[in-house]
């Protein structure tokens, strides 16, 4: 056996400790937009997590005699139509807002990404049925259906975050099955094929993992598209109900004063825009850390 | 003879293309026996992949193609398995080790755990016990550390490596037949001879039959003991090493041996056989290899009648020429003549 082995030179092609993982960190750092978009959603975070230690205030709570106070010191954003302080309703209520765009989102993925693998893995009729389900679901607006599930399921925080998961469902089929359809082609599927692995361990194994990337970027993009959804229940007066202080919900509430008191609506409605630029901007960069064909 | 592991007949393959039909193999028929090592040779485009991927059900389910004939292993006809048996086989009992080691590994997964999987494919045994086993297959490879290779990924690996990676998958259920589909294309010069020692050692290993896809004829001759020379989706020769190299008895098997550069040679010039090879969708009529054969000299019954493979003098060596018994006392002039053409 002694001239089967492989040669020194052969066996040293690269030093242990590869540093690929930390080199997308990296590149994820050094973009300054991603980095303001993280920045955003963890203060975001931080504010609705450690709401009680920051605000003396019930979000709920109302203080008629002290309705449509403008900003102030004791009211730094002001306070509504029934005398709630605004900053403390933002920071309880993006306990909702972050919690329906990840949930929808995951509610999404975990739905959508399986249809969209199996169907473009398997092909044939699987593909055919999926996709023509597919197909109905996004000739709909992503918020129209939403609209019509909580028409389907009713008002309240699980239905929204259904409804605004359901909405986005078709986008993640298809990007799940353009996926499959690329990795199937892949040599090592055809390996896996050529020494008998089951399609079940290959759809798991190769396609799945290999898929992931994309689908990872994708669902961070759509954390911002389902929180307004969600929003946009909210202030047709469908999402979550008062008393809660969801953004959406904020906004819809503060319409009517908006000739009067604008800042009861124009605050919730600023936190909408930068939670979800925040994500979008994370999302971005994250797509450009982890895509290496778009890494100069 | 003992029974051939492999007994393939009048396999035809084709595709439905938008443009026409392309016979890839036409009646193709050949046997392997255990433990040989057959060489299976032709050009780019001459059907020698995909009759042996379509075997093995391994042409892309996205071709419109259509498969006759029989193909014999083990007394089962594959041609006639569901998919899941053949996936079954696939691995088990023949395996394919591929053209392109460079991206038949998964990146994700180290190098062990994927070696694993095809283990797992066919067997169940604990996790301890399937390391063992991987370890020891990296071993039989030829790698000196094979406890270090497990858990390295693929990136971390040189091409050759890699083949070795994909041999050590081939043979990891002891299969009786191994297809290696130009094993050795992809990789340098110098680690081509290092893979081909580690593919006939892993052969004696599993004490399997090899069906070596090349179109390196050097490679055939230091490594096969029969030879299938196709041409144009057939066979157009058949026989033991020694016969065909010694003695060709078809026109186009001269015309490779004599575009082949020879170490202390006394000719300056290689002789490439004129021509290109037929456009696979319109085939020319009566012999495929008519057109470039400088035996045919506008004979009508090469342009009329295709034929027939048939035995030549000695036992199993086989010829699909009509003017067969011409080729041997013709062969200085033909290569002659084919120097003047280039």
Known sequence: MADLVVPEGDNAVAAPGDPSRLRGLRTLLR??????????????????????????????????????QRPSAAHPLGTDNLGRDILARIMY???????????????????????????????????????????????????LLALLLVAVLGVGLQSVIIAAGIGVVPQFIRLARG????????IYVQAADSFGASRASILWRHIARNSLTPIVV????????????AAGLGFLGLGVQPPASEWGTMLGEGREYIFYAAYTSAFPGLAIFLVVLGFNLAGDGLRDALDPSLRA | MT???????????????????????DKVSFDVYPGETLGVVGESGSGKSVTMLSLLGLIPPTARFDISGQALFKGRDLLQLPPKELREIRGRDIALVPQDPMTCLDPLF?????????????????????????VELLGLVG??????????????????????????????????????????????VTIQAQIMEVLKAAQREAHASLVLITHDLGLIAEMADRVVVM?????????????????????????????LPQAGGNDRWLRPIPGTPPDPMRPPPGCPFHPRCLLARGRGICRTALPALEQIGMADHLSACHFRDEVAQETPTLLSQAAEIT
């Open chain 2, 3 to 25: 029974e051939p592991v492999l007994s393939i007949r009048d396999l035809s393959v084709s595709f439905r293309t938008h443009t026409g039909v392309v016979r890839a193999v």
């Open chain 1, 31 to 68: 973009n300054k937009s991603a980095v303001i978009g993280i920045a955003i959603l963890l203060l975001f975070t931080f504010l609705a997590v450690a709401a009680p230690l920051l605000t003396p205030y019930d979000p709920a709570k109302q203080a008629l005699e002290s309705a449509f």
């Open chain 1, 218 to 229: 994708f669902a961070t993009l759509n954390i911002g598209l389902t929180i307004l959804i």
């Open chain 2, 110 to 134: 180290t190098v062990g755990n994927q070696v694993g999987e095809a283990v797992r494919a066919h067997q169940r045994m604990p996790k301890r016990a399937l390391r063992r086993r991987v």
């Open chain 1, 179 to 186: 996926q499959a359809l690329a990795v199937r082609e892949e």
């Open chain 1, 93 to 143: 209520g993006g306990r909702y807002t972050l919690m329906i765009g990840i949930l929808a989102v995951s509610l999404a993925t975990v739905v959508g990404v399986p249809l969209g693998l199996v169907s473009g893995y398997f092909g044939g009729w699987v593909d055919m049925v999926i996709q023509r389900v597919a197909d109905i679901m996004l000739s709909f607006n992503p918020f």
């Open chain 2, 143 to 188: 790698f000196p550390q094979p406890e270090r290779q497990y858990d390295r990924y693929p990136h971390q690996y040189s091409g050759g490596m890699r083949q070795r990676a994909m041999i050590a998958m081939g043979i990891a259920n002891d299969p009786s037949l191994i297809i290696a589909d130009e094993p050795t294309t992809a990789l340098d």
């Open chain 2, 231 to 259: 041409y144009a989706g057939h066979v157009v020769e058949a026989g033991r090493v020694e016969t065909i190299f010694q003695e060709p008895r078809h026109p186009y098997t001269l015309g490779l041996m004599g575009s």
